[in-house]
Antibody
Framework: EVQLVESGGGVVPPGRSLTLSCTSSGFVFADYAMSWVRQAPGKGLEWVGFVRSEVYGGTTEYAASVRGRFTVSRDDSKGVAYLQMNSLKADDTAVYFC??????WGQGTLVTVSS | DVVMSQSPRSLSVTLGQPASISCRTSQGLVHRNGNTYLNWFHQRPGQSPRRLIFQVSHRDSGVPDRFSAGGSGTDFTLKISRVEADDIGVYYCMQGTHWPITFGQGTRLEIK
């Protein structure tokens, strides 16, 4: 059974950093691109970033709202995807979901940026 | 960025009746490889989104055949032939052809 479990969320003051993890099981992690999608409270879905599989160079893409502040990476040996978030703003407050190429989603982890 | 415009924004449907959601895009979604990366998702309250449809019209595994979808160019549609109680929540279209990936604003379906 495919499973994705996000962790690392919490409350963080503006300007600080936080790293989220997405731990996978039930499939060959290295074969898939991984994305992060967020959802602010009561709002819709916003795509954040994407990392290709190493077969396609492991390269990344980002939404303009996070480019330069957020970094998506992966460790295929551990089956984990990461979202490193720097210079956090109040507008980054959201539930962050990881997704395997949009077909399977984790349960999400809440990040609250507040002083 | 590709703008995804869903309509209606909310839908109130009697059990057993059909429902239809439109998604219009600001530009065509045919990728240079010939595929059209238009997906539909359903999000129940308090849950993660679930993909229902990929590449315009292909149902994901386990999705009931009450759900169908189609379209081309810049006009796409998700249809539910007979709404059931389990169908409540928000439906999103999403395009993955052009960077950045973009979602529609969502359509909330409730039971009348």
């Amino acid at each position: 059974e495919v499973q994705l479990v996000e962790s690392g969320g919490g409350v963080v003051p503006p300007g600080r950093s936080l790293t989220l993890s997405c731990t996978s099981s039930g499939f060959v992690f290295a074969d898939y691109a991984m994305s992060w999608v967020r959802q602010a409270p009561g709002k819709g879905l916003e795509w954040v970033g994407f990392v290709r599989s190493e077969v396609y160079g492991g390269t990344t893409e980002y939404a303009a709202s996070v480019r330069g502040r957020f970094t998506v990476s992966r460790d295929d040996s551990k089956g984990v995807a990461y979202l490193q978030m720097n210079s956090l703003k109040a507008d980054d407050t959201a539930v962050y979901f990881c997704t395997r190429d949009q077909d399977f989603w984790g349960q999400g982890t809440l990040v609250t940026v507040s002083s | 960025d590709v703008v995804m415009s869903q309509s209606p924004r909310s839908l109130s449907v009697t059990l057993g009746q059909p429902a239809s959601i439109s998604c219009r895009t600001s530009q065509g979604l045919v990728h240079r490889n010939g595929n059209t990366y238009l997906n539909w998702f359903h999000q129940r309250p308090g849950q993660s989104p679930r993909r229902l449809i990929f590449q315009v019209s292909h149902r994901d595994s386990g999705v009931p055949d009450r759900f169908s979808a189609g379209g081309s160019g810049t006009d796409f549609t998700l249809k539910i032939s007979r709404v059931e109680a389990d169908d409540i929540g928000v439906y999103y279209c999403m395009q993955g052809t052009h960077w950045p990936i973009t979602f529609g604003q969502g359509t909330r379906l409730e039971i009348k």
